[in-house]
């Protein structure tokens, strides 16, 4: 079975960066898809960037031009690049994986453990 760990999340100052990496281990199923997804005490879970297994990705509106998803099919690992982070982006992030089985967001499908993201001066 496919498990995803997480890396990269910390303290930041408004307008610093981060580097939050993905990495699929166990089983021998390729991660083709990723996503990522943030939530903050009290709201929903909410998709911030995701890369389907062709390469198209899509953004949500408060992040475009400021974060950047890729992901590295033969280390089986996944990256959200944030830049000018603000504020607002303090959230816990999740990362998922689209496998064999099971498509982006589905909540049966890998989920890593959460990084926290905290930006404050």
């Known amino acids: 079975q496919v498990q995803l760990v997480e890396s990269g999340g910390g303290l930041v100052q408004p307008g610093g960066s981060l580097r939050l990496s993905c990495a699929a281990s166990g089983g021998s199923t390729s991660i083709y898809g990723v996503g990522w997804y943030r939530q903050v005490p009290g709201k929903q879970r909410e998709l911030v960037a995701a890369?389907?297994?062709?390469?198209?990705?899509r953004y949500e509106n408060s992040v475009k031009g400021r974060f950047t998803i890729s992901r590295d099919i033969a280390k089986n690992t996944g990256y959200l690049q944030m830049n000018s982070l603000k504020p607002e982006d303090t959230a816990v992030y999740y990362c998922?994986?689209?496998?064999?089985?099971?498509?982006?967001?589905?909540?049966?499908?890998?989920w890593g453990q959460g990084t926290q993201v905290t930006v404050s001066p």
């Open positions: 998922n994986a689209e496998v064999k089985g099971y498509g982006l967001g589905d909540p049966f499908g890998p």
């Open positions: 890369i389907t297994g062709y390469g198209l990705t």
